[in-house]
């Protein structure tokens, strides 16, 4: 019982955590789309809508998920660099 509420008290005090790296996520494909965008517009077209996902998640309050998906899409910006 006592395990179990140590991970909930966790997952709580976690969540604002994720909410505040979603933003960070958002700008940093943001600046790299307009420094240094993917030649291949398959791969920016896939950037774009995984960062258009990651935003919608967030703003539902999907944090974890949001933070998947903005992490799936700074791998292809980095993939592509």
């Known amino acids: 019982m006592r395990r ?3 991970c909930l ?5 976690s969540a604002p955590l994720w909410a505040a790296h979603c933003p960070a996520d958002m ?3 943001d600046a790299m789309l307009q420094s240094n965008p993917p030649s291949d517009p398959a791969v920016l077209a896939q950037v774009q809508t995984l960062r258009a996902e990651g935003e919608a ?3 539902s309050g999907d944090h974890g ?3 998947e998906v903005l ?3 700074l791998e292809l910006l980095e993939a592509s660099e």
Request: proline residues 0%; glycine residues 4%; without cysteine.
């Open 9 to 13: 008290a966790a997952a709580l005090l």
């Open 4 to 6: 179990l509420a140590v």
């Open 57 to 59: 998640l967030h703003k």
């Open 71 to 73: 992490g799936e899409a």
């Open 27 to 29: 700008a940093k494909i």
């Open 65 to 67: 998920k949001s933070v």
